[in-house]
């Protein structure tokens, strides 16, 4: 974090990257002295409500960050800031985004715990929008005009006033992680899916928490103690923060890890926890073997939408095989179930050297419609190129040898099935599964 005294001290002259928190109230003129180097600019958590009619003066500014503030509408002036590509603005009071507000090379656009009612038809026309962030508004359609947005890749709208899902959704060519629970269409669908799947309560007291092993957008998980009749075992707990994240709700993300139900690829959930003395949502999950990591990172400013792999990363053929038939019949099991997991990712996958792989994180997990065949199908394929991204991504760095070619060669005819533009032509899970099956016996 950079400090005003610092800015205002020449200091930080040269610097390609911004970032103050320090209770503005106004854009700070000395920024200006930066025209020739910034690139990233991260004013969160100020009293900020505009920005300066100058700013383009900034030529080379790519990401600006305005998070956590107080603006009522996003700035037109961002419109004209020629190289802009990513727009953060969450945790406003924002009620109206102008089609001028809309840069030429936008690529991503966070607008998520807001106030929209709804999107200017211009955002159609942003063929470079890979992705938008627009959960916690109250926002009832999109516009048609979007349909024509065939470079969107990943598209949140959990937790707005949504009646139906727009029915050129599933025709996006390069749609992959998509969002919508909590909006009153697929309440249902989610209530639905919980009935199905009793699953025990843990009392608080039966709990004693020791260290975190992590923490998320949605909550914060625990290594600790569970005492039951046969003694006290180790296992894991998540707490629920309670408040709306980039993906959706935590109470839907509790839903559908109860409801995707148990399978060897997923985490296993031994309960919820009932009798919390301030009634915080928790779960108890099998505590995982530290021989398990992360499969890859998230996706950076610059990669937009793919994640990133150490460079060193290389996977065995017998690994890849592995880690896309656990995943992919994770997937089958999942949609099957009725939850689309909207969040198919590397980076959410934890898996070990035998290839061995866990899928987590249901932060971005939706319901499938229960009474809606088509569209319960459009809504898997889009999970399909997700899974095909991500087969991608591990044939780039497999290392095959030569008399395995037929079986790489089958793995390319897969994932160019699985990331077809069209989406009808995908196949659905069961598919993938059972080819990824019979290549790995």
């Not at 900020?48 to 305005?66: A, E, G, N, Q, Y």
């Not at 890979?130 to 470079?151: I, R």
Request: hydrophobic share 45%; proline share 5%; with cysteine.
């Amino acid at each position: 974090m950079n400090t005003l005294a610092a800015l205002r001290a020449g200091k930080l002259a040269g610097i390609k990257r911004l970032e103050l928190a320090c209770g503005l109230t106004a854009f700070p003129d000395e920024i200006f002295e930066l025209a020739d180097s910034l690139e990233v600019l991260n004013l969160s958590g100020n009293a900020l409500s505009d920005l300066p009619s100058d700013l383009p003066r900034l030529h080379k500014l790519r990401v600006i960050f305005c998070s956590d503030n107080r603006f009522a509408h996003v700035p037109e002036v961002l419109g004209q800031c020629a190289n802009l590509e990513m727009i953060g603005f969450k945790a406003n009071q924002i009620v109206h985004l102008s089609p001028q507000a809309l840069p030429p090379k936008l690529r991503w656009l966070i607008l998520t715990d807001n106030r929209l009612q709804a999107l200017p038809a211009r955002i159609g026309s942003c063929t470079g929008l890979q992705k938008l962030m627009l959960s916690g508004n109250q926002l009832s359609a999109l516009p048609q005009e979007m349909a024509a947005c065939a470079n969107l890749e990943l598209l949140r709208i959990a937790a707005n006033r949504f009646t139906q899902l727009p029915a050129w959704l599933p025709g996006l060519p390069r749609l992959a992680w998509l969002a919508y629970a909590g909006n009153p269409f697929s309440d249902a669908s989610e209530r639905e899916a919980m009935e199905r799947h009793a699953i025990a309560s843990v009392a608080w007291g039966a709990l004693d928490l020791q260290h975190t092993l992590g923490e998320g957008a949605s909550g914060i998980i625990y290594r600790a103690h569970r005492t039951t009749e046969h003694g006290v075992h180790p296992v894991a707990v998540k707490m629920f923060k309670g408040a709306l994240t980039s993906d959706g709700l935590p109470r839907s993300e509790k839903a559908a890890c109860i409801a995707a139900g148990a399978h060897p690829n997923l985490i296993p959930v031994q309960g919820r926890i009932n009798a919390h003395p301030h009634g915080t949502r928790g779960l108890v999950m099998s505590l995982i073997d530290t021989s398990f990591v992360n499969l890859a990172g998230p996706p950076s400013l610059e990669s937009c939408t793919r994640d990133i792999y150490p460079a060193a990363t290389r996977f065995t053929l017998d690994q890849v095989l592995r880690i896309a038939l656990g995943i992919a019949s994770a997937a089958a099991h999942m949609h099957a179930q009725g939850v689309m997991h909207g969040d198919l990712y590397a980076h959410n996958i934890l898996w070990n050297a035998k290839g061995e792989c866990l899928l987590g994180d249901f932060g971005a997990a939706s319901f499938l419609p229960t009474h809606d065949e088509k569209s319960r199908q459009g809504l898997q394929r889009i999970e399909v190129r997700a899974f095909g991204c991500l087969l991608e991504e591990l044939l780039e760095r497999c290392d095959a040898p030569d008399e395995s070619q037929t079986v790489v060669d089958a793995l390319r005819i897969m994932l160019q099935r699985c990331m077809q533009s069209e989406n009808s032509a995908r196949p659905l899970f069961n598919e993938i599964g059972d080819v990824l099956g019979a290549l790995s016996a």
